[in-house]
């Protein structure tokens, strides 16, 4: 009697299951809840070898100290994890979540934003939005490089947090934004900071042009240093036809009082990037950057502050004019092939220099973690191989 009152227990348990999830399945299909639901992301192994800065390692979501400082400045780092989270309702709303462990500002939180459709051309958007700078893509699936380029690793802004508007009508699109600058909270500024995107991608033409602009108050490094007001901005251009693929970028920062001497510091530089297709697998890549950071002994942010400058990144004032900061470039040659819709490999050789002795050279891992330099170079090198597999 016992064993029959456990089975139809047991059985009544399985029909109830049976019914939540029959009732769950139907109001789901019945779209009382709206829109999709997605989760998407991706786990992206990288190995950095660095003779001059004595790493051997692999990365997945850097931390510092690592090779230069591509841990970074910006939401970008060699390797990582993410996890994509969205919703989208029947009215065209959504939120949006993405999620990347030891990576990005807000840790470890990347993106946190809505979007609500107000007209067939204006949507409201806000919460903790990527800036829309650059041309490079901060998704590894989609980057055509291991490394970021300079201007992403350490000039572009990284996110907001606040409300702003986007505008789409036709080939033209336009977004603003109103928040705080790279933090979720701002407890050092009243001013709150502006960005701004005006884009053309006419269907018909393999080009496309876009314009973005910030205009911010933040701080020196190391924080909380004296405020400084920031004005950035970057013209970007792509052309796509056929199996060749352009980028490039002209951007220039003006920081009032943010300068290594305490005056107005200024860079200004250039980027461009070539892909081309071998085959419907298999990609070769070449970037080239040029980083201006002379004026005032180079931006504070960027270049760090005196006796502690940033010799991981290659960023210093010249030993013999400390009011005049480095120009910085780099030349990145990269491989890419598609092994299967969701695993890609990728095999890049970058090699950077200065003209003048920026880079710190570390005998240890030790040194390297303390800073403690033995010698300095005008140049440094790597080799990068990534593996990235996306669902």
């Not at 400045?73 to 462990?101: C, E, H, R, W």
């Not at 792509?238 to 980028?247: E, R």
């Given at each position: 009697?016992?064993?029959?009152?456990?089975?139809?227990?047991?059985?009544?348990?399985?029909?109830a299951?049976?019914?939540?999830?029959?009732?769950a399945?139907?109001?789901?299909?019945?779209?009382?809840?709206?829109?999709?639901?997605?989760?998407?992301?991706?786990v992206?192994?990288?190995?950095?070898?660095?003779q001059?800065?004595?790493?051997?390692?692999?990365?997945?979501?850097?931390?510092?100290?690592g090779?230069?400082?591509?841990?970074?400045?910006?939401?970008?780092?060699?390797?990582?994890?993410?996890?994509?989270?969205s919703?989208?309702?029947?009215?065209?709303s959504?939120?949006?979540?993405?999620?990347?462990?030891?990576?990005?500002?807000?840790?470890?939180?990347?993106?946190?934003?809505?979007k609500?459709?107000?007209?067939?051309?204006?949507?409201l958007?806000?919460?903790?939005v990527?800036?829309?700078?650059?041309?490079?893509?901060?998704?590894?699936?989609?980057?055509?490089?291991?490394?970021?380029?300079?201007?992403?690793?350490?000039?572009?802004?990284?996110?907001?947090?606040?409300?702003?508007?986007?505008?789409?009508?036709?080939?033209?699109?336009?977004?603003?934004?109103?928040?705080?600058?790279?933090?979720?909270?701002n407890a050092?500024?009243?001013?709150?900071?502006?960005?701004?995107?005006?884009?053309?991608?006419?269907s018909?033409?393999?080009?496309?042009?876009?314009l973005?602009g910030?205009?911010?108050?933040?701080n020196?490094?190391?924080?909380?240093g004296?405020t400084?007001?920031?004005?950035?901005?970057?013209?970007?251009?792509q052309?796509?036809?056929?199996?060749?693929?352009?980028?490039?970028?002209?951007?220039?920062?003006?920081?009032?009082g943010?300068?290594?001497?305490g005056?107005?510091g200024?860079?200004?530089?250039?980027?461009l990037?070539?892909n081309?297709?071998?085959?419907?697998?298999?990609?070769?890549?070449l970037?080239?950057?040029?980083?201006?950071?002379?004026?005032?002994g180079?931006?504070a942010s960027?270049?760090?502050?005196?006796g502690?400058?940033?010799?991981?990144?290659?960023?210093?004032?010249?030993?013999?004019?400390p009011?005049?900061?480095?120009?910085?470039?780099e030349?990145?040659?990269?491989?890419?092939?598609q092994?299967?819709p969701?695993?890609?490999?990728k095999?890049?050789?970058?090699?950077?220099?200065?003209?003048?002795?920026?880079f710190?050279?570390?005998?240890n891992?030790a040194?390297?973690?303390?800073?403690?330099?033995?010698?300095?170079?005008?140049?440094?090198?790597?080799?990068?191989?990534?593996?990235?597999?996306?669902?």
């Amino acid at each position: 009697m016992c064993t029959r009152r456990k089975r139809i227990r047991k059985s009544v348990k399985f029909l109830a299951f049976g019914l939540l999830a029959s009732s769950a399945t139907a109001y789901a299909a019945s779209g009382d809840l709206g829109g999709g639901f997605n989760i998407s992301g991706y786990v992206a192994p990288t190995y950095i070898y660095s003779q001059d800065q004595n790493i051997s390692s692999f990365y997945l979501g850097t931390t510092a100290p690592g090779p230069y400082e591509y841990y970074s400045t910006n939401l970008g780092a060699i390797g990582g994890v993410q996890l994509n989270v969205s919703k989208t309702f029947k009215d065209g709303s959504g939120i949006y979540l993405s999620f990347m462990p030891n990576m990005g500002y807000n840790k470890p939180i990347q993106k946190a934003q809505f979007k609500v459709p107000l007209s067939d051309h204006w949507t409201l958007t806000g919460g903790q939005v990527i800036a829309w700078d650059g041309y490079e893509s901060s998704y590894a699936p989609t980057l055509l490089t291991v490394t970021q380029s300079l201007a992403y690793d350490y000039i572009e802004p990284g996110y907001y947090t606040g409300l702003g508007a986007e505008y789409i009508a036709g080939h033209y699109s336009a977004k603003f934004m109103v928040g705080n600058f790279n933090t979720a909270f701002n407890a050092s500024s009243k001013t709150p900071s502006f960005q701004y995107y005006l884009g053309y991608s006419p269907s018909s033409s393999p080009w496309s042009f876009w314009l973005y602009g910030a205009v911010a108050d933040t701080n020196t490094t190391p924080a909380p240093g004296p405020t400084y007001n920031l004005i950035y901005n970057d013209l970007d251009g792509q052309y796509a036809s056929g199996p060749i693929t352009l980028g490039w970028e002209l951007f220039l920062e003006n920081a009032s009082g943010g300068a290594v001497n305490g005056g107005t510091g200024q860079a200004w530089g250039t980027e461009l990037l070539g892909n081309y297709k071998l085959t419907d697998a298999a990609s070769v890549t070449l970037r080239y950057d040029y980083f201006n950071d002379t004026k005032n002994g180079g931006l504070a942010s960027v270049t760090g502050s005196p006796g502690a400058y940033n010799y991981q990144g290659g960023f210093a004032p010249n030993p013999n004019d400390p009011n005049r900061g480095p120009v910085r470039q780099e030349l990145t040659v990269a491989g890419l092939y598609q092994f299967t819709p969701e695993l890609l490999g990728k095999i890049e050789y970058r090699y950077d220099w200065s003209d003048h002795k920026t880079f710190g050279l570390y005998q240890n891992a030790a040194d390297a973690a303390g800073g403690n330099l033995y010698g300095l170079s005008n140049h440094s090198s790597l080799v990068g191989v990534q593996m990235v597999y996306s669902f």
